[in-house]
């Protein structure tokens, strides 16, 4: 008989970066704005590939210090409704998962990055041709940040301490609005399956007026996938988005996809992903943020 962890494990379709030749002369890129002169607004080659996305529920043996990605046990501050309010968000909601992940990884200090509230449109994937109301599942695997990208980020927010401070972790949280959810749920990649020189390839993601870093993945059998069946708004799924260059454990690709075992009438996906340095350099007080990483947004 199988047991539950294998009876839950499903097959699905996940998006990767071609392993293909144009990337020996070209770097990744996508322009997040409708370029001019004939440019194409992406050179990235996308290539769909069947995985197997085992149950990670119950199993104690994944955990970040091996895999790069563990549960959580959080409860929200915030009601359903307040996750309208994205003042009560970086607000309430922030600074309570930094002190959270602060006790949770014995960490010296957290810096929340920022947060996307995700509602997946009854279309999706399939557009509709129009710009959508919220940010939509992200079905391509990728990585947030290169170590290199981390790095220049912590230099813009502590510009006088960078060297006393660099060696960070980045991390995201992410966890569903409203629960058990199974509709496209986040699928994370054991970084001990992931080879780096093999199969990631730094990108470039560029808006009108700042760029990012992150790691485009290649496909690879030895890969191997997890996800959270019946996630419940109190299970916070944590994972490692970026890394500095003594981290022991990489950082771990990540996507979500259609889950087959999702039961008709559950309601389209709600979820809310944030993004945050966790850092453990032993200083007696950490400075204050000084510069905005982002720089089309508000600090």
Known sequence: ??????SESVHATMYF???????????????????????????????????????MR???????????????????????????DANKIAHVLLPALCRKLKQHLSAQHVVA???????RHASFPVSTGKDYDHDQPTNMAHIDFTPEEGERMLRVMYPDQADEIIAGDWYSTWFPLRGPLNDWPL??????T???????????????????????VHHSDRHKWYYLPDQTVDEVLIFKSGESSSAKVQAVPHGSFYNPRVQAGEPPRE???????????PLEKYPRVQGNVFSQRPD
């Open 113 to 119: 990055l920022d947060f996307s509230v995700r509602r």
């Open 17 to 55: 970066l071609q392993r293909s030749s144009i990337y020996d002369e070209e770097k990744p890129y996508s322009l997040r704005f409708p370029p001019g002169d004939g440019l194409a607004q992406s050179n990235i080659l996308r290539e769909a590939h069947l995985i197997q996305v085992a149950s």
């Open 271 to 281: 979820s809310i992903d944030s993004r945050f340095f966790v850092l453990f350099a």
């Open 187 to 192: 699928a994370i990649c054991d970084a001990r």
């Open 194 to 216: 992931v080879d780096r020189e093999a199969d990631l390839m730094p990108g470039d993601i560029v808006y009108t007026d700042w760029a990012t870093e992150n790691l485009q």
């Open 1 to 6: 008989m199988a047991s539950a962890n294998e």
């Open 58 to 84: 119950g199993r104690s043996d994944l955990r970040l210090e091996t895999c790069g990605f563990e549960v959580m046990a959080f409860s929200s501050p915030l009601s359903y409704e307040d996750y309208e």
